[in-house]
């Protein structure tokens, strides 16, 4: 399977954003999910995950009540949103596969990786 990720860009500090991953090749729907993000200079980040049927979901310490994760499988589609996003949060923002473990911030337990977006936000 291949994750592509869509709807990053250029926002203002405040600005709502929601980000994509759509599975190509084959399906996301049986597996859990998770977003991470990298700023430049910094180690990639772990910010969302979530299990197969959307039930459970799991959020980074330094970003928890702030993104909000969720899927819908009939569209083999993850999506990660913002309400109000801020400097801080410029990143590249990948989608992931969490395929071993049962730990969500683990970078180990993720064997495929989208390609990232770019997610820029002025203040």
């Known amino acids: 399977v291949k994750l592509v990720e869509s709807g990053g860009g250029l926002v203002q500090a405040g600005d709502p954003l929601k980000l994509s991953c759509i599975g190509s090749g084959g399906t996301i729907w049986d597996t859990p999910m998770g977003w991470w993000r990298q700023a430049a200079g910094k180690e990639r980040e772990f910010i969302a995950a979530?299990?197969?049927?959307?039930?459970?979901?799991w959020y980074g310490d330094a970003v928890k009540g702030r993104f909000t994760v969720s899927r819908d499988n009939r569209r083999n589609t993850v999506y990660l949103q913002n309400d109000n996003l801020q400097p801080d949060d410029t990143a590249v923002y990948y989608c992931?596969?969490?395929?071993?473990?049962?730990?969500?911030?683990?970078?180990?337990?993720?064997?495929?990786w989208g390609q990232g977006t770019q997610v820029t936000v002025s203040s």
């Open positions: 979530i299990n197969l049927r959307g039930d459970r979901t």
């Open positions: 992931a596969r969490w395929a071993f473990g049962s730990e969500a911030p683990l970078i180990k337990n993720y064997d495929v």
